[in-house]
């Protein structure tokens, strides 16, 4: 049993009455969904992860392992015992319950949105006959609540000073008991003990601490016991299986152009489903549909939402490309950030519940992808966009889709791959991810990170310096290897940012083409490109997850318009897994057959 110890709590938000507050009413089907940021913190102790704002609301509390213990459960739905005929999301922790409010997310910086159930009140029922918990006169000493009609006072434990220098009302609730003695259900030893709304303190004056002689029941085990036996949300789980949202297998793909004689955008979302891939990430950029008059032109990209949606395929939507009157083709200009604003929170409303997540620009530590063009020559022009100038822009992107719509996640964009570190070509992904991440906006402006990995012609478990590639060529830097996203995960851990999902939202091998930079491809077969995508899935999501939440092959279909336009060797097609006649490639097939949970 770990070790319980006792602190001062400033936790009065999480453990506030919710009598309090206004009830949501909710049959258990309808439960609201949880609101972004997903995220996973793990607890070997346990075999269970605190996720999403319930690890939120675990960070913020001092001493959480103290006030609220490990977790024992993962989320589910549970009728309320104080609100009979409402249903929350709740987790168990071991000192603690805490349930989801959604009618309180976004009010009080979402200070009421997760609450702590009245514990003690409930393991306290039914007790009241017997003699500790029957109301007692006031002997007029101060010491007696007429609310409970109970004492609370120093002797035999000095329970009176720890209420009152610990949070008192606010934080335990009023007195459901005098003192008595106790048979602990944890350790099979007898306590002083007192039961209050919210919990239950303990005395053990045999510690050699003074600091450790009051403890918090373990009222999350207790009622565990009582009422859960068999619900195998408290059955203990791996990492890779405790994850706080299903895993996301997803396609970059190009959904545009239906009408041309190459698209048939309906087949591609019908093939993505088929490869038990259901969601697609689809670069759009804002300069081809806002105005400098301030209209926007949203064309086919409504028919695209439109057939994903009828399809069950999610969209997550890479926006790019400022307009030239707002400083484009790359970021805008500081002065434009409000017309972006206008452009994003327009569209989340448009697309509200339709368009899944938005990631905001992409590999912006590649100089041309701020100002250059990143199609010639593997990229000419521009200059790298400041890691703060960026992380201000996605400050503002962040606002302004949450204001449409709270439950679209926001995906930062994703640097690319690189040691080089010249502002007029490229800044290390590592070093631009540490200048994110060290920025204080970031954590507020991002509920996933997005990050791409490099390949070449190494295989997913090769890894420079201790695992190299095969070589000569792409081998002496960790930018060349798929397992370059555990570097950059290094680097988040540093700087405070483990919580934050992980999105790979680009990675992939090419195979045979014609494009210059990329000959490692002809070195790679069909056969090689199929196992190294299928091996990658299989890292991301049984070694890396939960901290990776999702994972996009570059790409589906590239090779349709590329066959179309002229060359169907080019780069592009030769990293998608169809055929340039829509027919499977072996990568596709081992995609497919990759089992997914």
């Known amino acids: ?10 936790l009065v938000a999480i453990l506030v009455s919710a009598a309090a507050l206004p009830q949501p009413s909710a049959a258990q089907h309808q439960v609201a969904d949880t609101f972004p940021p997903y995220q996973a913190r793990h607890f070997g102790e346990t075999g269970h992860a605190a996720v999403n704002w319930f690890l939120e609301s675990w960070k913020n509390t001092p001493n959480a392992l103290f006030v609220l213990g490990f977790p024992i459960s993962e989320p589910f739905i549970e009728e309320s015992f104080t609100n009979p005929g409402q249903f929350y999301r709740v987790q168990y922790f071991e000192r603690a319950v805490l349930e989801e409010h959604p009618n309180n997310f976004g009010r009080d910086g ?12 409930e393991l306290a029922k039914g007790r009241e006959n017997e003699a500790p918990f029957q109301p007692v006169g006031n002997p007029g000493d101060g010491t ?8 609370l006072r120093n002797q035999p434990a000095p329970f009176r000073d720890f209420w009152q220098n610990n949070g008192g009302l606010a934080v335990f609730g009023y007195p459901l008991s005098e003192q008595f003695q106790e048979v602990n259900q944890a350790d099979g030893q007898t306590y002083w003990v007192q039961y209050f709304e919210r919990q239950r303190l303990e005395w053990h004056p045999n510690q050699a601490n003074p600091n450790y002689r009051i403890l918090l029941g373990l009222l999350g085990n207790e009622y565990r016991d009582r009422h859960h036996a068999n619900n195998p949300a408290f059955t203990p789980r791996g990492p890779a299986d405790a994850l706080p949202r299903p895993f996301i297998y997803g396609f970059n793909a ?23 891939m259901p969601w697609i990430r689809q670069q759009v950029r804002w300069k081809d549909l806002h105005d400098q008059s301030g209209q926007i032109f949203w064309g086919e990209l409504d028919d695209i939402v439109a057939d994903a949606n009828r399809q069950n395929v999610n969209l997550l939507l890479g926006i790019v490309s400022a307009p030239r009157w707002a400083g484009g ?27 899944q997540a938005y990631q905001i620009w992409n590999e912006q530590n590649r100089a041309c992808e701020n100002g250059g063009d990143c199609a010639t020559d593997g990229g000419v022009g521009g200059r790298v966009a400041n890691a703060n100038f960026y992380v201000d822009l996605l400050e503002v992107a962040y ?5 449409s719509d709270p439950y679209a996640i926001v995906v930062s964009g994703a640097p690319s791959s690189t040691d080089t570190n010249r502002v007029d ?21 991002v509920d996933a990170i997005g990050l791409h990995p490099g390949g070449h012609y190494n295989p997913p478990d090769s890894k420079w310096p201790e695992r190299p590639g095969p070589g000569p060529n792409w081998q002496t830097s960790s930018e060349f290897y798929f397992r370059r996203i555990e570097d950059t995960r290094a680097v988040l851990v540093a700087n405070g940012m483990a919580d934050r999902q992980v999105w790979i939202t680009e990675f992939g091998w090419a195979t045979a083409n014609n494009t210059p930079g990329y000959e490692y491809g002809n070195s790679i077969t069909p056969e090689m490109q199929a196992q190294w995508l ?8 049984y070694e890396w997850a939960p901290w990776v939440g999702a994972m996009f092959v570059w790409n589906l279909n590239f090779a349709i318009p590329w066959r179309y336009y002229g060359n169907e060797f080019h780069e592009q097609a030769a990293f998608g897994v169809l055929h340039a006649d829509w027919s499977p490639r072996p990568s596709y097939f081992a995609l497919q057959n990759f089992p997914k949970r």
């Not at 007696?144 to 004492?151: K, R």
């Not at 070509?425 to 402006?445: G, T």
């Not at 299928?534 to 999501?541: K, N, P, T, V, W």
């Open 399 to 403: 606002n302004a889709i949450k204001s």
């Open 534 to 541: 299928a091996r990658s899935l299989e890292i991301g999501r």
């Open 329 to 355: 083709p790359g970021m805008p200009r500081r002065e434009n950030f409000g017309d972006f604003a206008y452009f994003l929170s327009q569209m989340a409303a448009r697309y509200q519940g339709r368009v």
């Open 254 to 276: 190009h959904l545009y152009g239906q009408g041309s004689a190459w698209q048939d955008r309906n087949r591609a979302l019908t093939l993505a489903n088929n490869a038990g």
């Open 144 to 151: 007696w609540f007429a609310e409970t009609g109970h004492t």
């Open 425 to 445: 070509i490229a800044i290390s992904d590592l070093e631009y991810i540490r200048q994110m991440a060290v920025n204080p906006k970031f954590r507020r402006s």
């Open 110 to 121: 979402n200070r009421y949105y997760i609450q702590g159930r009245l514990m003690g009140q």
């Open 1 to 10: 049993m770990v070790k319980r110890i006792v602190v001062a709590f400033v």
